[in-house]
């Protein structure tokens, strides 16, 4: 099982297209899946917290400016980003929705596996992650009623109440957890959350794909080149905010893949219990391209190592 969890956290992106294609082949058989997003990724978030410690947190007491740095990226480059993105293109109703939600979510926590691969800072990303994470009941919802809100039938309220459910009470019950039980924990569940992980994110991307199908072959194109040119000018934005502020290689890296891939299940999750499947449809597409773009991005870097602060293994994907 081991070899298997290490296996499936290697190859993510290539199973995340799998699922993207099997969505499309048998839409019928998987489409129902997709009401099914919010429980899946609160198993995703569950895993996360019981990666988490105390120690985790660290980070941001003794660089409390990079952090901020980078949660301030996070939260205001990609919905704006999502917002520009979607007016060029001409993206309307469900589709403009979709892409803003994407846009609002917090750091995606496949995030720490490629800084870890691209030779970034891995401390750095684990703690922007977990802090976009916790900060996302509060920001998320914000920002998606600011710049889509004359489109909305849904409150503050219905979306803070969504992500304390899907994100931040399993996120909190797994680290603790973790707190409580460490040694079952790290000897017992670490070291299969990436297949977990893997799993979780695949099977999503396969249900909500499955409920577009149609859309996907018919607009899939577009919307597939917004995506891309999100997710790029994000990673590239991310990389110039912290070399403006000069951090150092491994914090460069490490900011560009926090902002450039977002918690693409959040959004989806999002879109299923509020809106309707189509939105779901750009945070479907996200998913598959930034963990291709972001396992690319992770072979040219580690082809060109840097000086860097101790990285410690990340033991989880999602």
Known sequence: MRTVAELAGRWFAVLVVLGGVAGLLAPTVLAPIADQTPLFLGIIMFGMGLTLRGADFALVARRPWVVLLGVVAQFTI???LAWGIG???GLTG???????LVGAAPGGTASNVIVYLAKGDTALSVTLTTVSTLLAPILTPALVLWLAGSQLDVTYGA????????????????????TFAGGLVERYMLPYLP?????????VVAGIVAANADAVLSTGLLLALAVILHNGLGLALG??????ARLEEPARRALSVEVGMQN???AASLATAHFTPAAALPAALFSVWHNISGSLLASYWARRPV?????????GTA
Do not use: C, K, W
Request: hydrophobic share 60%; charged share 10%.
């Open 239 to 244: 990389y110039g905010a912290a070399s403006l």
């Open 264 to 266: 693409s299940g959040l």
């Open 87 to 89: 007016h060029l293109f």
């Open 94 to 100: 469900d589709a403009m929705i979709g892409m803003i």
């Open 159 to 178: 979306l803070v109440t969504s992500i304390m459910q899907i994100v931040l009470f399993p996120v909190l019950a797994g680290l603790l957890v973790r």
């Open 78 to 80: 990609m919905p704006a």
């Open 195 to 203: 297949l977990v992980s893997v799993t979780g994110i695949v099977v």
């Open 307 to 315: 000086d860097e602060p101790a990285r410690a293994e990340p033991v």
